[in-house]
Each structure stands twice: as C-alpha cells, then as structure tokens.
C-alpha cells in the first residue's frame, strides 16, 4: 500500500560520506557479494527506500574513486557521484512511470504537457520507454565506467514492456548493470524475476524509523508510523502534508459517525488507503486481535460484521478503480458514509446507501 512518492527524495552518499536514508546500510553491505551481478533485484516491502538504495547502487557503479567498489560505498565528491548526485549522469537511465515522476517533480522539459498537468500521467512503464532505454544502453558509455539502467518500481511494467526488456535483461550489451526494484515480485513476470538476482530490504526497526522521523522534524510521529505500516518515508510524505498525530487518533471515531470532513480535500488514494486499514483493523479487533495500523484505544468498537464485510468491498472497488469520473469529495463521503453502517449507533438503523443512488448524484 505504501509508495515510494517523497518530493525531497535524497539521492546518492553526500559529500561527507552519509547515506541519505540510515538503515540502507544492512542492504548496501549485502550488495558486495551481488556486486558481479548483471542485473539485480532489490524487493521487499514498499516505503523501505527501494528507489534510495537503487540509486546508491547505480552511484557506487559508477564512482570514480578507485576504492568505491572494494568499499561498497560511493566517495559522494568525485565528478560522477556529482553527476548522479544532480540527475545528469550520461551512463545513468533512470525509467519511472510518469505518476511517480509528478510525484517526485521529476519531469523534464519535454514533458511539457505533463509539467502542467495537461495530460494524464500513466502509472506503467511504457514498451516506449522500454525501447528507448535499451536504444540508450547500447551507445557507448559517457564516461568510461559502463552504465546503469534503473528500473523503478518493476511492478510498472506491463506485459509488451517486461517482454520487451527480456532480452537486454539476459544478454546486457557492453557493461550494463540493470537494477530493478519490486515490493511484489512473485507478480512480476517468472522470465523477468529469474534472470535477476535478488536483494532484499526491509523496513527499518521501529527505534531506527522513529528517530530519523524526529531527525526530519517530526516532532509526534508514533501514531503516523504505525498509520502508515511502518514506513518512515510514507509517515514522512504524510507529516509534510500536514497530517498529524491528533488527526490520526481523531479519524477511526469521527469515520465510525460518518464525519468525513477531516479527509474532503485529501488525495483519493491516500484516503482509501486511511479507510481500508481502518477496516483491517476493525476486522483484527472484532476476532480479538492486536489492530496494526491505529491504537486499540482510538478504534470504535461493536462493528456490525456485515456491513464491515460490504464496506471494505466497497474501498476494494475504490482502490482498484482510483480514476472514476466520480467528484473526488463526493466518492469520500459516501465511502466514509457507508462506514456509519458499519458501527451504527444506539436508536439508529443500519440500512446502507444504495450504490445506484450514488452514482447518480453530482
Ligand atoms: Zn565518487
């Protein structure tokens, strides 16, 4: 559910030899003995620092410190770690869909039309993109210390692009390192996921993602961690929206009365993501379990089963279909509206909405 989309994304070891997210170390250490890999798959769970590591990666490739390799680690001061540093490097090629390049303000001039929000950004990584990529990695390397072709997230790529990379992904042409990453992988088509080697990231210990949190000033970020499942670039991405720890403690009581004004005006995805893991944790907490996502005592209790079952059909749908002609707030308040069914309170009835009556209002 959590997604890499940080508009400050860090990239590459700084100057003063830091890495820009502190538990990547583990991973990068790991990554010595894949460093012969050709193509590489960084995996586990979204939100860890997949495209962060990725980029670490392509940067210590491609160093022109002669120890970088044997370190594992990039000088972050010689020319080529600049260049990477700043997104200009000539023997990197890093291929995103255009949602996560609007999310990271990561378009380029020529995509005029998707700088000003004139086209509708696609959330796969086309065949075109992957055709050009393979054009780029057949040209000789800029600078002499092979290339890097970067592939985030892999779960982008739709069938006619993953078949299109096949063939560059067993056979890379000169001295071309594919690195992809995939919170999925076991979706990922069997004839891309064996042809890479496979490293894996996990989320941070909870001590390690709370003090980073507070080290980019959140000042509450417990109740924003555990929201967002544990990823501290998700709760991070949050707190700069404005989200905070009282909003959050708030939410799961004024859903249950079907008060959806603390969400009107929020991002669709975002909100049904909020709603879904409410209603996980409804769900946990009804058959006696820890819930994940908010604190036992926030969550409102005597869910009518179910409606909880119809109501978290109902946010499936609305994940699933994230880009429906429907007005935004309008979507989220008939969302949080069939939520009062669910926890229907003393003298009221639990009769819910009729979808068609929704679809009709404007
Ligand atoms: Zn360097």
């Known amino acids: ?30 990554a010595g003995a894949l460093a012969q890999a050709h193509a590489l798959l960084i995996h586990g769970p979204a939100g860890g620092g997949h495209l962060a590591l990725a980029l670490l990666l392509a940067q210590t490739a491609l160093c022109e410190d002669p120890s970088a390799l044997q370190r594992q680690r990039a000088c972050g001061r010689c020319g080529s770690c600049h260049l990477v540093v700043t997104r200009v490097h000539p023997d990197l090629l890093l291929v995103l869909p255009e949602t996560l390049r609007v999310a ?9 039309k998707l700088a000003k929000g004139e086209a509708k950004p696609s959330r796969e990584i086309k065949v075109d993109q992957i055709r050009d990529a393979i054009a780029w990695a057949q040209q000789t390397s800029g600078r002499g210390r092979g290339k890097v ?22 056979e890379p042409p000169g001295r071309l390192r594919l690195l992809l990453t995939s919170a999925d992988p076991e ?15 996990d989320l941070p210990p909870t001590t390690v993602a709370l003090g980073w949190l507070q080290s980019q000033g959140v000042a509450d970020p417990g109740a924003l961690l555990q929201a967002a499942g544990g990823s501290p ?11 905070t720890a009282a909003l959050l403690a708030d939410l799961p009581r004024r859903v249950a009365v079907g008060d959806a004004s603390s969400l009107v005006g929020r991002p669709v995805p975002r909100v049904v993501d909020w709603l879904l893991r ?41 994940a699933r279909h994230d880009e429906h002609p429907w007005n935004a707030g309008l979507l989220i308040e008939s969302l949080v509206s069939q ?12 009769r819910m909405p009729d979808p068609a009556s929704l679809h009709s209002r404007r």
Do not use: Y
Not at 149 to 170: C, F, G, Q
Not at 233 to 243: S, Y
Not at 284 to 313: E, I, K, N, T, Y
Not at 339 to 350: E, H, L, M, T
């Open 149 to 170: 072709l970067l592939l985030h997230p892999a779960d982008a790529l739709n069938t006619a692009s993953a078949n299109a990379l096949l063939k560059t992904l067993e």
């Open 339 to 350: 939520a009062a069914v669910v926890w229907p309170r003393p003298g009221q009835g639990g």
């Open 233 to 243: 670039l998700e709760a991070l991405a949050w707190a700069r929206e404005g989200v």
């Open 104 to 112: 990271l303000a990561w378009v380029d001039d020529e995509d005029s």
């Open 187 to 201: 979706q990922l088509l069997a004839t891309v996921r064996s042809r890479c080697q496979r490293l894996r990231l």
């Open 278 to 318: 409410l209603s996980h944790d409804a769900q946990v907490l009804a058959a006696g379990g820890l819930p994940r996502f908010f604190a036992a005592q926030h969550l409102p209790v005597g869910a009518d089963p179910a409606a909880l079952r119809l109501w978290q059909s109902a946010l499936q749908r609305a």
């Open 1 to 30: 559910m959590a997604k890499d989309s940080l508009p400050s994304m860090p990239i590459g070891v700084a100057a003063d030899g830091s890495l820009p997210l502190p538990w990547l170390s583990a991973a990068l250490a790991q």
